[in-house]
């Protein structure tokens, strides 16, 4: 294993770019897909944001640095990553905000339609949002599909859905989904699609426009590095535009905001999707983090986190099976996304010795550990040595297996 680790670390073609992170000594980060780790631009832009723009500019740089333009700007380079021409993409608001208005904007545009279909599987908000999204819009009923049975729910209900809402990767094992096949069946129907990309943005090319995905979603700190709560972004498809009613009317999505108008009137394009005054400050450290993709062949990127899954998964069939440790990521790379889950039934205490023995992983309840691999600065070594560490805990039997306290990160 060593072997072949270290010759495919020495091919790597993108192992230059490890150096635009500031990632710690001694630490091998395998949790980006929660946190990515700091980009080196990071630092520098931030402090200009504060000690010149805004410690010297002052309230002058909503229009002399830019800052007014900012969800706009920043969403047109997160559109580049994501397949989609500009002038369709919108940073700014969490996650959450970001969902709740692509959920009640999908459902809107089939106004008789009265389901809403989600992934039982989907990440919680996703979930409860989708709830909330039906309480407040009389007679929506949400309904739980997995993707694999959703050709099935639609040949028989698909006249009656308004809006089918998934996430391409499966959060807890790194299931990676069709996203083709099912924005294709969910269009045949003649409902809407919504992409939940929180685990795929940044990690693997893909195709908003050319696949003709409706609205999309995804957060600005996992793998785009943009720091803790970055800053999330919405995608609408073009042919929306003029009819995109969203939920949320802040004042930012007016036509003329500084007219201070009584009524709403939604301003043209993506533009009507902002909501309030952007956090500027952690726009712009997400811009600056955005800057470690330039170069970067997004092909080549997920061949390489490919290369590293398609290892470890190795490494634990050799090492960790004996020991009871059960890979339940997808052998089959089409099916992979960039982590890789393991169950143990101990799966907190085993996470808290890697961190101790310097090697930063997540778990999801109840059982799962999970590995994640940035493509940009993740080593095939680092694999192995997470591995190799994961194995001489689990035969000296050095965790703790007491179950995590509420409310505990990882």
Not at 130 to 152: C, I, K, N, S
Not at 207 to 235: E, I, Q, R, S, T
Not at 371 to 381: E, I, R
């Amino acid at each position: 294993m060593s072997g072949r680790a270290a010759r495919a670390d020495a091919e790597d073609a993108l192992a230059p770019l490890a150096k635009r992170f500031l990632l710690p000594e001694g630490v091998i980060y395998l949790d980006g897909n929660s946190l990515g780790p700091l980009p080196a631009a990071v630092e520098p832009a931030l402090a200009d944001a504060v000690a010149r723009q805004w410690g010297t500019g002052l309230i002058g740089s909503w229009n002399e640095h830019g800052w007014w333009e900012a969800p706009l700007r920043i969403g047109d380079a997160i559109g580049r990553l994501v397949g989609a021409a500009p002038g369709q993409t919108v940073a700014g608001d969490s996650t959450s905000v970001q969902l709740y208005t692509a959920l009640g904007a999908a459902t809107a545009l089939r106004p008789d339609r009265p389901l809403l279909v989600t992934d039982p599987g989907h990440f919680p908000t996703d979930r409860y949002l989708a709830e909330a999204v039906a309480r407040l819009r009389d007679g929506t009923e949400v309904h739980r599909v997995a993707p694999h049975d959703l050709d099935r729910f639609l040949a028989a209900h698909g006249t009656r859905v308004a809006a089918v809402s998934y996430s391409p990767v499966d959060f807890r094992t790194g299931e990676l989904y069709d996203m083709a096949a099912l924005t294709e069946v969910t269009h045949r129907a003649g409902a809407v699609v919504v992409w939940d990309l929180c685990h795929a943005a940044g990690a693997m090319p893909l195709h908003l426009d050319a696949l003709d995905v409706d609205l999309a979603v995804g957060c600005g700190y996992k793998f785009l590095n943009g720091g803790p709560g970055a800053p999330a972004w919405l995608y609408a498809a073009r042919r929306h535009h003029d009819v995109l009613d969203t939920p949320l009317t802040g004042w930012n999505g007016h036509a003329d905001p500084f007219a201070m108008d009584p009524d709403y009137t939604p301003a043209p394009g993506v533009a009507r999707a902002r909501i309030g005054t952007p956090p500027v400050l952690s726009l712009l450290a997400l811009e600056a983090a955005l800057t470690v993709f330039e170069d970067v062949d997004l092909e080549q990127l997920r061949a390489k986190s490919l290369s590293l899954t398609e290892f470890f998964l190795d490494c634990a069939e050799e090492l960790l099976t004996p020991l009871g440790v059960t890979p339940v990521t997808p052998r089959e790379g089409a099916r992979r996304g960039s982590h890789v889950a393991l169950r143990h039934p101990h799966a907190h205490g085993l996470a808290r010795a890697l961190a101790d023995r310097g090697v930063v992983v997540d778990r999801r309840p109840p059982d799962l550990l999970r590995f994640g691999v940035n493509a940009l600065y993740t080593t095939h070594t680092e694999l192995l040595t997470a591995a190799e560490r994961l194995t001489t805990i689990l035969r000296d039997s050095a965790y703790d297996p007491t179950p995590p306290p509420p409310g505990r990160v990882t």
